[in-house]
C-alpha cells in the first residue's frame, strides 16, 4: 500500500492498536479445531486477489467518459481472511467486485484472482459471488436455481442434491424449495442467491451487499455463517454499510470514496468503532442535503 | 458437460414455463389440422395433396422461424439487460458453451413442434407413394459455359468496347444468367440428346416456340430401345412415363415448326427412389438444421446488441435473406446504371450469396411435388446449418459478449 500513501494525501492506516478479538466464534459455529488460525489470516499467506492501481472509468456510446468509478486502487486479499470493502454510496465498490469478477474490464491497472486473470476458468471454478440484487430466474424452483448452479460449476449430479438440500435447510428455505423464486419475498431471494453463491464449493467467496433486505435475525445468521465459513478457510471479500456488523466480522477493511482508498487495515488495530471512524474518514459524502429541504 | 446440459435445461423450462412451447404447439397443430379444411386446391386430388404438404408444413415453419428467432434473440439480450448474466457468467461455464446451449432448447421446441405437424400431416396422406429423383442432363457447369461465352465474345471484333472493358466478373455473372436461362432449338426432323446420370421412370419436359404461342408438340423420346410417341402442346409441363434403356435420352421432333427448350430448366429424368415417409423424414431433417441456423443468428445478435435493436436486426436480416435471391434473378443487369443502383445490388447480392444455401434448403417443395430430398444434400445441410454455422456463430457471439458487459453489470 506505499505508494498510494504517497499518491492519496486522504490516505490514512489505521492506529496501531490491539482489540482484542471475540474467542467465541469457532465455537459458535462448532469448529473448534481451526480457532488457533483466528488470530488475524497469517502474513505468509498468499494472497486470493491482487489488484494493482486498478481504474475504471465508465463511457457513453461515442466512449466519452462518463462516471470515473474507480481510480487507482490497489489492495490484496490474504487466504482465509475476511476483508470488508466499505464506503459512501457510488463510491465505487460494486464496480471493484465486477472487475475482481471478471464482469467488467478495467480501463486500467493489473488484477488477479488467484494468480490468474479475473476470466480463467481455474480461477471462477473457485468462486461464488452474491450480486447486489438477488437476480435469480423467476421461473426456476429455489431447488432448481440451486441445481442449475450447480451444474455450471459442473458439480456432479449427486453431490450437487445433496448440497442443495443442505444449502436449502441452511438458509431455512426447505419448505418452499420448490416454489417458483419469481414469487418470493426479497429475504427469501436474498437467501436462495446465498446459497447459490455457495453451492459450488467456493474458496473465495464475494459478497456485496449480503445482508441488504435480511431482517436483524436472518442478518445475524449471515454473520455467524461468514464468522463459520472463515473458520473453515475460506477467503471471503464483502461490502456492507452496517458497519458494526463489518467491525464485527471482517478482519481487514478498506474505505473508498470516489473511486479510491482513503483508510485501509486491521480491523483488530482500530482503536474506536469502524463507524467513527467512517464517518471521520468520508464526510465529505454529500449524498443528502436536508436543511433546504427541512426548512422549506 | 454437464455445465452446458444446465444450459439447456434452464432454456427449455425457460420456453416451456413462459408458455411460448405450448402457444407454438398450440399454433402448429392447429393450422395443421385445419389446413385441408381451410384451402382448396385445384379441384385434383394430386393438386391438394401438393398444396396440403406444401403449404401445412410450411405455415409451421414459418411460424417457428419467427417465433424461435424472435426467442433467441431475447434471451441472451434480456438475461443481459437484467443482469441475470453476471451470475453465470462467473461460473465456469464457457460463453460458447452457454450460446450453444441455448441453441439446442431452441432447436429441440423447434424439432418437437415440427415432428408434431409431421404426424398430423403423416396421418392423412399416403405415406407409401413413392418420391423420385429428379435428373438434370449431364452439361458444362453454369460458370464453365459462361467463361466459353466470354472468351468467344472476346474473341469477336465486332464485340462493343463496353463489353471489352467492364469487369470480368460482372461479364460473366450476366453470362451465367444467360447460360441458364439459354435456349436450344430442335428443328423439325431433327434430334436432341441428352446424357445423364442414370436412367430414369419419367421424364418432365416443356418446350416453347418462338412466338410464345400454344402449338402442338409432336415427336418421339428414345432410350436405348425404348421408344415412345409424345404428342401435346408447347408451354406446358409435361411428366411422361417413360422407362429409360440406358442414360442417354433423345427427342426427335416430328412436328410442322421448330421448338425451343431451356437444357437446364425444361428437361429432366425423374427415377424412383423412397416412400414418401422417408421423404418427409428427410425435409425434416432439413427445417430443423435451418431452424438451428435461424435460431444461432438470433442469438449472436443477442450476445452483441440491446433486446429491441437485436430483434430489429434479427428480422430485418430475415426478410433480405428471403427476398434477396428473388430481388438478384430479377433485377437486369443492364439497369446498374448509377452508383446508388451498383451499390445497393452489391449489397442484395452479398446478402444473397450469405443466405443461398439456407434460402435453397427449402426442401418443402420437393416433398410436395413427391422428389426426392436428396440425401447427399440433406448430409450437406445438416453439416453446414446443424453444426458448422451455429459453431461459428457462437463462437463470434462468445467473441463480442464481453465488449457489451459494461452494459450489462
Ligand atoms: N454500468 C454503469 N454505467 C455507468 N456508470 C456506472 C455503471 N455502474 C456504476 N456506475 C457508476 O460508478 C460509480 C460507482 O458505482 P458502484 O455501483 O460501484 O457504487 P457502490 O459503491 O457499489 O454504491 P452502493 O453502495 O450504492 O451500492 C457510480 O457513480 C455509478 O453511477
Ligand atoms: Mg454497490
Avoid at chain 1, 467486485?97 to 471478471?102: A, T
Amino acid at each position: 500500500m506505499e505508494t498510494l500513501e504517497h499518491a492519496d494525501p486522504n490516505y490514512t492506516k489505521f492506529p496501531a492498536r490491539r482489540r482484542a478479538l471475540r474467542p467465541d466464534f469457532a465455537i459458535m459455529c462448532g469448529m473448534e479445531k481451526t480457532k488457533q488460525t483466528l488470530g488475524g489470516a497469517p502474513h505468509a499467506a498468499p494472497n486470493v486477489i491482487e489488484l494493482t492501481d486498478v481504474r475504471k472509468t465508465f463511457r457513453d456510446f461515442w466512449l466519452r467518459p462518463t462516471v470515473k468509478a474507480v481510480d487507482g486502487l490497489s489492495l490484496s486479499v490474504r487466504k482465509g481472511e475476511v476483508f470488508g470493502l466499505l464506503g459512501p454510496n457510488g463510491s465505487g465498490k460494486s464496480t471493484t467486485i465486477k472487475m475482481i469478477l471478471g464482469l467488467l474490464s478495467p480501463s486500467g491497472g493489473k488484477i488477479s484472482l488467484f494468480g490468474r486473470p479475473p476470466r480463467a476458468a481455474e480461477a471462477r471454478r473457485r468462486l461464488g459471488y452474491l450480486p447486489e440484487l438477488s437476480y435469480l430466474h423467476p421461473f426456476l424452483t429455489a431447488q432448481e436455481t440451486l441445481g442449475y448452479y450447480a451444474g455450471l460449476s459442473d458439480l456432479p449430479r449427486a453431490e450437487a442434491k445433496a448440497r442443495t438440500r443442505e444449502l436449502l435447510a441452511m438458509v431455512g428455505l426447505s419448505d418452499v424449495a420448490k416454489r417458483p423464486v419469481g414469487g418470493f419475498s426479497k429475504g427469501m431471494a436474498r437467501r436462495v442467491a446465498l446459497a447459490a453463491a455457495l453451492i459450488g464449493k467456493p474458496d473465495l467467496l464475494v459478497l456485496d451487499e449480503p445482508t441488504s433486505g435480511l431482517d436483524p435475525i436472518s442478518t445475524k445468521e449471515v454473520k455467524l455463517l461468514v464468522k463459520a465459513l472463515r473458520a473453515g478457510g475460506m477467503t471471503i471479500l464483502t461490502t456492507s454499510h452496517l458497519l458494526a456488523d463489518a467491525q464485527e466480522i471482517c478482519d481487514r477493511v478498506m474505505i473508498l470514496n470516489h473511486g479510491a482508498c482513503v483508510a485501509e487495515g486491521k480491523v483488530s488495530e482500530l482503536g474506536t468503532s469502524l463507524e467513527d471512524f467512517f464517518l471521520a474518514k468520508v464526510d465529505d459524502a454529500k449524498d443528502f442535503t436536508l436543511a433546504p429541504f427541512l426548512a422549506g | 458437460m454437464r455445465a452446458f446440459l444446465s444450459v439447456v435445461g434452464l432454456e427449455l423450462k425457460a420456453l416451456v414455463r413462459s408458455k411460448a412451447a405450448l402457444l407454438l404447439l398450440v399454433a402448429a397443430v392447429a393450422w395443421t389440422a385445419a389446413f385441408p379444411s381451410l384451402v382448396t386446391g385445384d379441384g385434383t386430388v394430386a393438386g391438394a395433396r401438393e398444396l396440403d404438404i406444401h403449404f401445412s408444413l410450411g405455415g409451421v415453419f414459418a411460424l417457428l422461424v419467427v417465433a424461435l428467432l424472435a426467442s433467441a434473440t431475447g434471451s441472451l439480450a434480456r438475461e443481459r439487460a437484467e443482469k441475470r448474466l453476471q451470475l453465470t457468467l462467473v461460473r465456469p461455464v464457457g460463453r460458447v458453451a452457454l450460446i450453444l446451449g441455448k441453441v439446442v432448447a431452441h432447436v429441440v421446441v423447434g424439432a418437437v413442434v415440427l415432428a408434431v405437424a409431421c404426424d398430423i400431416l403423416a396421418a392423412r396422406v399416403d405415406l407409401a407413394t413413392p418420391c423420385r429423383h429428379v435428373l438434370a442432363p449431364i452439361l458444362p457447369s453454369v460458370q464453365e459455359e459462361a467463361e466459353r461465352m466470354y472468351a468467344v465474345y472476346l474473341a469477336d471484333t465486332n464485340t462493343p468496347a463496353a463489353v471489352r472493358h467492364a469487369p470480368k466478373a460482372t461479364v460473366l455473372r450476366l453470362l451465367a444468367n444467360r447460360a441458364i436461362d439459354r435456349y436450344e432449338t430442335v428443328a423439325t426432323n431433327a434430334v436432341a440428346r441428352w446424357r445423364f446420370a442414370a436412367p430414369g421412370d419419367a421424364v418432365r419436359f416443356r418446350f416453347t416456340n418462338t412466338f410464345e404461342m400454344r402449338q402442338d408438340v409432336c415427336g418421339v423420346l428414345r432410350s436405348g430401345a425404348a421408344a415412345s410417341v409424345v404428342s401435346n402442346t408447347t408451354q406446358a409441363v409435361v411428366l411422361f412415363p417413360f422407362r429409360g434403356e440406358s442414360a442417354e435420352l433423345s427427342f426427335e421432333n416430328r412436328g410442322t415448326s421448330a421448338l425451343m427448350f431451356r437444357p437446364r430448366r425444361d428437361i429432366q429424368v425423374l427415377r424412383t427412389a423412397d416412400a414418401f415417409a422417408w421423404n418427409l423424414l428427410r425435409a425434416y431433417v432439413v427445417l430443423v438444421a435451418v431452424l438451428a441456423l435461424v435460431v444461432s443468428l438470433g442469438l449472436l445478435l443477442g450476445a452483441c446488441l440491446s433486446r429491441p435493436v437485436a430483434l430489429f436486426v434479427a428480422f430485418v436480416t430475415l426478410v433480405v435473406g428471403e427476398m434477396s435471391p428473388s430481388v438478384v434473378e430479377q433485377y437486369p443487369d443492364e439497369l446498374e446504371t448509377n452508383l446508388a443502383d451498383r451499390v445497393g445490388l452489391a449489397i442484395t447480392r452479398g446478402a444473397a450469396a450469405v443466405t443461398r444455401p439456407v434460402s435453397a434448403a427449402s426442401p418443402l417443395e420437393a416433398l410436395a411435388k413427391d422428389e426426392c430430398v436428396e440425401p447427399a444434400s440433406v448430409a450437406g445441410l445438416v453439416c453446414a446449418n446443424l453444426v458448422v454455422a451455429p459453431l461459428l456463430l457462437a463462437l463470434l457471439g462468445a467473441a463480442l459478449l464481453p465488449r457489451k458487459q459494461d452494459d450489462l453489470v
